[in-house]
């Protein structure tokens, strides 16, 4: 294997602390004795027992989960329609518009799609909510859903769908039973993306969002403004645990689908 040089190990070392050593220290202040977050005052836990306390912030919380399950769930499902649509679908008239339409929102400004969404939204008469939260964030991360089932289908290998056709299987049957299966790995990724992208979303959701439908990051932006407390290191330990544990849940997860996929169809080959 090739050695890395000096200037690598140097790059890297210095790129990895500078994103991750703010996320260290905001850990250790969030178990500090002291109100004041940068004066160290000994080791305390009552911080995350008011954080627990704070109805706004839990509050918040239900309303971003909500939104983000029910969004990412919407996307995945419209995402993979689409990305079916453009890698199955052929030539057809209008297939240029609708992947334009598609891949907009990648490269549209989040200010712009928000205030659109906003201006949508009044002009039907529809008030804001939860549900216009979840109609945003399905609007923008579907094409992340997209992007990552179409890579995944460009690969996958038409010879099952066919075995299955010629078995019997209608073309239904044979997506849901054959089609499905091995491109889950994909749809899971997916549907991780887009609940991410809408549990980090403040722009688009700051427009769509009403009084009674504060999401966690609103709140946290409204809260950082008149200075950062113990409590909000509190939680942003608690986020930062719990993305550390889907990510490497997802990761194992994905692993072994891709690898028992890999075995399926070494052996429905040699059946065959």
Not at 155 to 173: H, I, N, R, V
Request: glycine share 6%.
């Amino acid at each position: 294997m090739r050695r890395m040089s000096w200037f690598n190990v140097t790059s890297l070392t210095f790129g990895l602390a500078f994103l991750y050593l703010p996320m260290l220290l905001l850990i250790i202040y969030s178990f500090n004795e002291s109100r004041l977050v940068t004066v160290w005052a000994g080791f305390s836990t009552k911080w995350y027992g008011e954080l627990f306390q704070n109805e706004a912030f839990l509050d918040a919380a239900l309303v971003t989960l909500k939104v983000g399950f029910f969004s990412a769930t919407v996307a995945t499902v419209l995402g993979t329609m689409a990305a079916w649509i453009l890698v199955r679908g052929g030539k057809f008239f209008g297939r240029t518009l609708f992947s334009g339409m598609i891949y907009a929102p990648l490269v549209m400004p989040e200010v712009i799609t928000g205030l659109s969404l906003l201006l949508l939204f009044i002009a039907i008469g529809m008030d804001r909510g939860v549900m216009t939260i979840v109609l945003a964030h399905t609007t923008f991360s579907m094409c992340y859903v997209s992007v990552v089932v179409s890579s995944r289908l460009v690969a996958f290998d038409k010879s099952m769908e066919e075995a299955a056709l010629d078995l019997g299987c209608t073309p239904a049957s044979a997506f849901f039973l054959v089609t499905l299966p091995l491109i889950a790995p994909a749809v899971l990724s997916g549907w991780l993306l887009a609940f991410t992208l809408s549990l980090d979303d403040l722009v688009i959701a700051s427009f769509a969002a009403g009084p009674s439908s504060t999401t966690l990051p609103i709140k946290i932006f409204s809260s950082v403004r008149l200075g950062v407390t113990p409590e909000i290191n509190a939680l942003s330990t608690i986020m930062i645990s719990i993305v550390a544990i889907g990510v490497i849940t997802a990761s194992l997860v994905t692993k072994q689908a891709i690898a028992r996929a890999k075995r399926d169809e070494q052996k429905a080959i040699q059946d065959g």
